[in-house]
């Protein structure tokens, strides 16, 4: 059974699922005004290795939004909304943007092999929630009005500090480090609606009690969180910007209007970060998937070089660790390749394919320790074992590391011009050209690549 650092209790702490049956899990997901830069795709790695582990266990409910409305600029409620910056930014309306840039994430999402959510919240289509959860709030006397919009009171709520510690909250009402705003009551209170500005028409606006108005980001969550998955959750993930702020305000609404825990298991994945600092979507300048898969890397090159680090650390993005992770990576797909050709047929030792199995998911039930896990996996495959049941490790094995470690899809990419000597000799096939395919097929081969014609067409690997 997986024991996981909670950021509540703040040790490892054995999981448990309040309903007997499946664990219920909600992940904060993009903000979809731009490119997911590959420091967010590190935290939805991590997650991901979580589904996986708990998976072996017990099914897993997975709910994941996707905010395409209400985070400004400054996690605490200041500046200009994300979405309509973007539209400014591209000349698109903000719709666009939204839809554009989630389609984008869930392509490099899908590519690294992360298993999709159960479901998938917009916060656009879940403004009726929010608003029924501030009401609830409203109605317990938790929130005030001020000239641009709704706030909630957290000095009424006295467990505020629980999750980030009572020394940051008390070090907001002496420092800087959320925004000055004259009308709030206290530093640390935040926006759970906000009115639409009067000098400027925006483009996503709902009706509600108290004016024309979007929602803010907390309480998106919140309340997309507690609809899907009711008013305790077993598990909420996040990168560990999220602690002080977003989950420490998601913590209050949700608490404040139940009166029950809103989270057991709060569980926070540690940055990306580049050699010259922090990768910050805001800040441009960062490298998303697509640049790693332009410069010849498999995103999956990129899912390895995550494994190899404990999710609790920080890991410092550089070329030349991805290279690393790239050919150790591909070493391990060769030694796959042999061991499906191999006709050597040992004897299967089921008690030594146990104890391999269950060391592996010992070093993943430990905190998620993958890189303990890849070690026993590397050390099995290194070792006497048959080349059967070294298969069926390496099957069970990538049932938790995503890697598609049998799919053989893992080889080196194709250059591009190995990729247009492809295309032409498809279309010579098609026209029924054969001498032409079959001089192509040869220059593929002075290449090191081997072309196969199956019934799906044309199949190549490299030799
Ligand atoms: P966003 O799309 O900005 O709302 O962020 C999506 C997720 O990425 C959140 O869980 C963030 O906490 C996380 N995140 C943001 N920056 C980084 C980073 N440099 N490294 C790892 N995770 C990050
Ligand atoms: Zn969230």
Redesign the pocket.
């Known amino acids: 059974m997986l024991k996981i650092y909670n950021t509540l209790s703040k040790r490892k702490d054995e999981f448990s699922p309040l309903n007997g049956g499946f664990a219920t899990m909600y992940?904060?997901?993009?903000?979809?005004?731009?490119y997911?830069?590959?420091?967010?795709?590190?935290?939805?790695i991590f997650?991901d290795l979580l589904v996986r582990t708990l998976s072996a266990d017990m099914p897993v409910k997975h709910v994941m939004n996707v905010?395409d409305v209400g985070?400004l600029t400054s996690d605490a409620d200041s500046g200009e909304d994300?979405m309509e910056l973007g539209a400014a930014r591209e000349g698109k309306s903000a719709w666009d943007i939204a839809k554009f840039y989630e389609k984008k994430?869930f392509e490099d999402f899908d590519s690294l092999n992360c298993k999709r959510p159960t479901v998938i919240a917009r916060a656009t289509e879940h403004i009726k929630e929010m608003i029924a959860l501030v009401k609830k709030l409203e109605e317990k006397g938790l929130t005030y009005k001020t000239s641009d919009g709704i706030y909630y009171d957290t000095s009424k709520f006295p467990d505020y500090h629980n999750l980030v510690g009572r020394a940051h909250i008390e070090g907001l009402k002496t420092g800087a480090r959320v925004d000055f705003n004259d009308e709030k009551r206290n530093p640390s209170d935040f926006a759970l609606w906000k009115f639409s500005p009067k000098d400027k028409q925006r483009q996503m606006q709902w009706d509600s009690p108290w004016g024309v108005g979007f929602p803010g980001w907390h309480i998106e969550c919140s309340a997309m969180a507690m609809k899907y998955l009711g008013d305790t959750l077993d598990i909420h993930?996040?990168?560990?910007?999220?602690v002080a702020i977003?989950h420490t305000n998601e913590i209050a609404q949700a608490q404040g209007a139940t009166g029950k825990q809103y989270v057991r298991y709060w569980i926070?994945?540690?940055?990306?970060?580049m050699a010259n600092g922090?990768?910050?979507?805001?800040g441009g300048g960062f490298v998303t998937l697509d640049t790693l898969k332009e410069k010849g890397y498999s995103p999956l090159d990129y899912r390895y070089l995550c494994l190899g680090a404990h999710y609790r650390t920080q890991?410092e993005f550089s070329y030349e660790a991805l290279t690393f992770a790239r050919n150790t990576r591909l070493g391990l797909m060769d030694r796959i390749a042999a061991l499906k050709e191999s006709a050597e047929t040992g004897a299967k030792d089921e008690a030594a394919l146990n104890a391999a199995k269950a060391a592996f998911k010992d070093a993943m039930d430990d905190d998620l320790n993958a890189s303990k896990a890849l070690a026993v996996l590397w050390e099995y495959i290194k070792g006497g074992a048959c080349a059967g049941d070294k298969l069926e490790f390496i099957k069970y094995a990538d049932g938790f590391l995503g890697l598609s470690l049998l799919e053989g899809e893992a080889q080196k990419p194709l250059p591009q011009e190995a990729q247009e000597i492809l295309e032409e000799r498809k279309a010579a096939r098609a026209r029924k050209d054969f001498k032409t395919s079959d001089e192509l097929r040869d220059k593929l081969s002075a290449m090191g690549i081997a072309v196969k014609d199956t019934p799906k067409g044309q199949e190549w690997r490299w030799k």
């Open positions: 992940c904060c997901g993009p903000t979809v005004y731009n997911a830069h590959i420091g967010n795709l590190r935290t939805y997650e905010t985070h994300k994430f993930c996040g990168g560990i910007d999220h977003h926070h994945g540690e940055f990306l970060i922090k990768m910050s979507k805001s890991l």
